[in-house]
Structures are given as structure tokens and as C-alpha cells.
């Protein structure tokens, strides 16, 4: 796809289009009354969290195997995932007859790995190898070299490129053919936000697109940084959003968003928690941290966008793959970035009495222990408990903070990110 080749690609996502006719969901155009009125412009979801493998990975992964010739198809195809992906290539697999191996890292939730079966059935070998989305990818690779199965890359393709950018046609369609004023989506390696800020490059020059990326996986902006994609630290590296946690941008990505002047931006994964509970709270939308990181990018605590009143904001929700298992920990995230989670070593004189001054004297009326760890090692006068306290409100951790500066006890605040939290907490 030349830089002066717009045309070119548009034909590439048309073909696409009909491809998928009849095969992907033409999913919901949504207006948000919640993120609205929280921004004073008009929100719409692409509802791509009701795509076959709820997000929008099925349309560049048929797109792609459906231009296999028959020898191509005989060989086979092989993908790496961290599971949405392997969800739509599964799906085309079983449509087209094609045997598919899918690689996946050991942090894929399990209820992606069910569901990937579910939909390839027997054209599908799933196959577990390395820990994060690189080393499966690594693999998958390897597997086609020796093999001679076709690769199907999650985003680092022009036939799956041109598979995602269906979503802005259809978005643009669903307008009655006007694009939006500004588009908002997520971004792991890069395949949605280049084909959708190419396309509209060539058709909608003035629509403003924004790419989301979460903060502890920036791995786009890393590459526009540098000048071309590059490794990711494994040092600090978050793979939370395991939808988007890629360490390295695609070689045929990262030139299409280069060129498109795509914006980036990343969002804190405590706020993507926050925005997954308000989804499913508020708005009744059960989403993973990579469905909901567009719309967290857009809330009035999210990194500040810009937008203008009353223009019309398309953001695109892909991701509904979430493990029940997880929402433990997207509360756990959401109250710390909140400021209403903190955790304390408190060092309690080992006699009777002393857990409830602490109580009576430190914490505030609105303030709750939720977590409390305390044995008994020795008979020495003290001993250190874990305490996590969950406050009302943001504000009162000032008063907290003073009221264990006066008391007799030794209390040492942890603070996120140092070693002692990361290995108590």
C-alpha cells in the first residue's frame, strides 16, 4: 500500500467487504448516554464486542485466508494470539476447511481458550508456547517455516490490515455515508488504527483518529519515537491488557499510522479497570481491559482529548472475551487508581487490644480494612501485619495519613510499584 496509492486501498477494503458479506455481523451503532453526557459531545459505540469472537479480529483473518490458493490451503495456516485473533482465524479455519495450528501464550484466560476451540472445532490444534504475545508469535513463525503453513498475522498484514479497516466503512455507512468527527480505537499492534486511519486518510481527510494505547504497552509510540519498531523492555512491560499487549509494532503497520498523522495516546490500566466496571454497571456491556481501552481514553479522568461540544465521537468497542475470574483484580486496579486502595505495614505490640486502638484511634468512619495478614512468628514485643484500607473517598487519605503520623504505632505507607508492594500485594 503506497503512500500515494489511496485508491489502491480502498479497493483492498471493498474486496474485503464483500468477502465478509454475509460472514462477519454488521454489529450495532450505539449512541452512549453515559460517556455523552460525561463529555458534552455524542459518543457511539461500534459494538465490535458482538462480532463473531466478540472483536473485530474475524474480519482481517478471513479477509486473509480467504485469498489462499488450494495448495496454500492444503499446507495449512498457523497464527499466534493472545485470543481474540485465534477466535477468528478458528472461525474462518472451520468455515473455509482449512487446518489451522493457533499459538497462544500460558496467560490467555481460559475462557478464550474454550472459545477458540469452540469455533474451529477439529481444523483447529491449539498449542500453548511462551509467555507474552512475542515468544507465541515467535513460534508460530518458526512453525511456518518448517512446515510451510501460511502465517496469519494478527495485525502485521495488508490483507488483514485492509480486513479491519471494514469496521470505519461500515461505521461510515451506518452515518448514512458521513464519517465521524473524531474516531477513537484501540490499539495492540496496530492493524485497526492503520487500516482505519488509511482509509480515512484517502475518503475522510478531516475526521481526527485517535489510537488507545494502554500505558504499560506502548509499543507504537515507542516505534514512532524511535524512528521504527522496536523491542519493548520486558522490565515494567504490563500485559494486563492482554488484548493489546504487544512489545513490538508491526513492519507493515507502523509506516501506515506513521504516514496517516494518527494521534496516540495511552491510558492507565487502573482506568481501564474502571471504565470495564463502568461498562458493565452502567451500561449492561460485559468487555475485557482491551474492549474497554477507546473508551477509556475518552472520559473526563482519562488523559484529556480535547474534544469539541457536541461533535460526534465514534468509539470502537472490541473485546468482550472477559473471564469472570479477572473482575477480582479489575476492582483491585480501579480503587487504586481511584486513590481509594492503600496498603500498610503495621508494626502491632504483640498484646490484646492493640488491633482494636488501631482501629478505634486511625481509621476514619468511612474507611474499611480489606485486607489484614498477621502471624505470630516469635514472642518478640511487635510484629508487622499487612493491612489494606479501602477509604470513601479521595480526600480522606490526607486526614488518614496524619492520624498515623500520630500514632504510637510504626505504620510505613506501600507505595505501587516498589518491590515490598509488588511482592505483599
Known amino acids: ?78 497464527c499466534a494470539s493472545a485470543g481474540n485473533h485465534a477466535q477468528g482465524f478458528a472461525f474462518a479455519c472451520a468455515a473455509h476447511r482449512v487446518a489451522g495450528r493457533v499459538v497462544i501464550p500460558s496467560t490467555t484466560p481460559r475462557q478464550k481458550r474454550e472459545r477458540i476451540v469452540a469455533l474451529g472445532g477439529e481444523m483447529i490444534d491449539l498449542v500453548v508456547d511462551g509467555d507474552t504475545y512475542d515468544e507465541s508469535s515467535a513460534a508460530a513463525t518458526r512453525w511456518a517455516e518448517e512446515t510451510g503453513a501460511t502465517l496469519v498475522p494478527a495485525f502485521d498484514d495488508t490483507r488483514t490490515v485492509a480486513g479491519q479497516a471494514t469496521v470505519m466503512a461500515e461505521i461510515v455507512e451506518q452515518l448514512g455515508g458521513e464519517a ?50 522496536v523491542v519493548l523492555d520486558e522490565h515494567g512491560f504490563d500485559r494486563f491488557v492482554d488484548g493489546a499487549a504487544v512489545r513490538k509494532a508491526g ?11 494518527a494521534e496516540l495516546v495511552a491510558v492507565d490500566e487502573g482506568l481501564v479497570c474502571t471504565e470495564m466496571l463502568a461498562l458493565y454497571q452502567t451500561d449492561g456491556i460485559i468487555a475485557e481491559p482491551a474492549g474497554a481501552l477507546a473508551g477509556a481514553a475518552i472520559r473526563p479522568d482519562g488523559p484529556g482529548l480535547d474534544l469539541v461540544p457536541g461533535e460526534r465521537v465514534v468509539v470502537v468497542l472490541s473485546g468482550g472475551n472477559n473471564d469472570v475470574s479477572r473482575y477480582a483484580e479489575v476492582i483491585e486496579r480501579s480503587l487504586r487508581f481511584q486513590g481509594l486502595k492503600h496498603y500498610f505495614l503495621v508494626e502491632f505490640p ?60 510504626q505504620i510505613e505507607a506501600l507505595e505501587p510499584g516498589s518491590p515490598a508492594f509488588r511482592f505483599l500485594v
Not at 507502523?254 to 496517516?260: A, D, F, G, N, T
Open 1 to 78: 500500500m503506497a503512500r500515494d496509492g489511496g485508491t489502491t486501498f480502498e479497493k483492498q477494503v471493498l474486496e474485503a467487504s464483500e468477502r465478509l458479506s454475509g460472514i462477519a455481523e454488521r454489529t450495532p451503532l450505539q449512541r452512549n448516554p453515559r460517556l455523552s453526557a460525561a463529555t458534552g459531545t455524542e459518543v457511539w459505540f461500534k459494538r465490535e464486542d458482538l462480532q463473531v469472537g466478540r472483536s473485530y479480529k474475524l474480519r482481517g483473518a478471513y479477509n486473509l485466508i480467504s485469498q489462499l490458493d488450494e495448495d496454500s490451503r492444503a499446507a495449512g495456516v498457523v
Open 180 to 229: 465521524p468527527d473524531t474516531v477513537v480505537v484501540p490499539v495492540g499492534g496496530g492493524g485497526l488504527l492503520a487500516g482505519t486511519a488509511t482509509w480515512l486518510q484517502a475518503t475522510h481527510p478531516r475526521t481526527r483518529v485517535i489510537g488507545v494505547e494502554p500505558a504499560g504497552a506502548r509499543n507504537v509510540a515507542a516505534a514512532l519515537h524511535a524512528g521504527s519498531p
Open 251 to 261: 513492519a507493515v503497520t507502523y509506516p501506515l499510522i506513521r504516514r496517516s498523522g
Open 350 to 409: 504483640q498484646e490484646p487490644g492493640a488491633l482494636r486502638r488501631f482501629l478505634d484511634e486511625v481509621l476514619g468512619p468511612d474507611d474499611d480494612v480489606t485486607r489484614f495478614e498477621y502471624v505470630k512468628k516469635d514472642n518478640r514485643e511487635s510484629g508487622p501485619a499487612l493491612v489494606g484500607v479501602e477509604i470513601g473517598a479521595r480526600d480522606d487519605l490526607e486526614p488518614l495519613l496524619e492520624r498515623m503520623a500520630r500514632s504510637p504505632l
